[in-house]
């Protein structure tokens, strides 16, 4: 009876990468992937006018 419960034990995963490793290269992925914001008109709009006032 023991030899098989051995066998349907599941086995142990041992992982190749440290876990800090993996968040890691998850966040970079999400910063990489996500694509920049389109600037709110109202905080483009000023500065437009002070352009013209420069000009």
Same mark, same amino acid.
Request: hydrophobic share 45%.
């Given at each position: 009876m023991? @030899?098989?419960?051995?066998?349907?034990?599941? !086995? #142990?995963v041992?992982?190749?990468v440290?876990? +800090?490793d993996?968040?890691?290269?998850?966040a @970079?992925?999400?910063?990489?992937?996500t694509p !920049? #914001?389109?600037?709110?008109?109202?905080?483009? +709009?000023?500065?437009?006018a002070e352009?013209?006032?420069?000009?």
């Amino acid at each position: 009876m023991a @030899a098989t419960e051995r066998d349907e034990a599941a !086995p #142990r995963v041992v992982s190749a990468v440290p876990m +800090r490793d993996l968040l890691a290269a998850c966040a @970079a992925a999400q910063v990489i992937s996500t694509p !920049p #914001r389109v600037p709110d008109r109202e905080a483009v +709009r000023p500065r437009a006018a002070e352009q013209r006032k420069a000009a």
